[in-house]
């Protein structure tokens, strides 16, 4: 999704573009779609974005609960249950996570949203209408 001006909140708010989201939010989650909605996101599948460009960095402090993932330029830190389950999304510094998160949208076909603004969409699948409301 290239930066594109979306408002999922009421039409008075102010609408932020997704490189204003992503400078202003560090920590995310995702929103299941479809009908019936998409499966919770498996920390074990997260090696499926492989197929996008997206890797699992390996370092001392990666589990089997908290991976990195790298474009091979920006990274994200992704948080797991006790169930194995994806739980949250974490951008650390001046990364710019827009294609990582594109990824993980698209393969696992669900909306990532502003942990601390949760009205604001960041991304979604390609081929949902950006107006959706969440």
Not at 46 to 65: D, F, I, M, W
Not at 82 to 103: Q, R, S, Y
Not at 113 to 130: A, D, M, N, Y
Request: proline share 6%.
């Amino acid at each position: 999704m290239k930066n594109q001006s979306i408002n999922t909140s009421s039409d008075q708010d102010r609408v932020l573009t997704t490189k204003e989201i992503l400078k202003t939010s560090t920590e995310f989650r995702t929103l299941p779609l479809g009908s019936p909605p998409s499966p919770p996101i498996r920390m074990a599948d997260l090696g499926r974005l492989e197929r996008s460009g997206v890797q699992e960095h390996q370092n001392q402090a990666v589990t089997a609960n908290k991976k990195c993932l790298t474009d091979g330029k920006n990274c994200l830190w992704v948080y797991g249950d006790d169930n194995g389950l994806v739980a949250g999304i974490t951008k650390h510094g001046t990364n710019d996570p827009e294609n990582i998160l594109n990824a993980i949208a698209d393969e696992f076909y669900v909306a990532i949203v502003s942990k601390h603004e949760p009205r604001r969409l960041v991304t979604q699948p390609k081929g949902i209408f950006v107006g959706t409301r969440v």
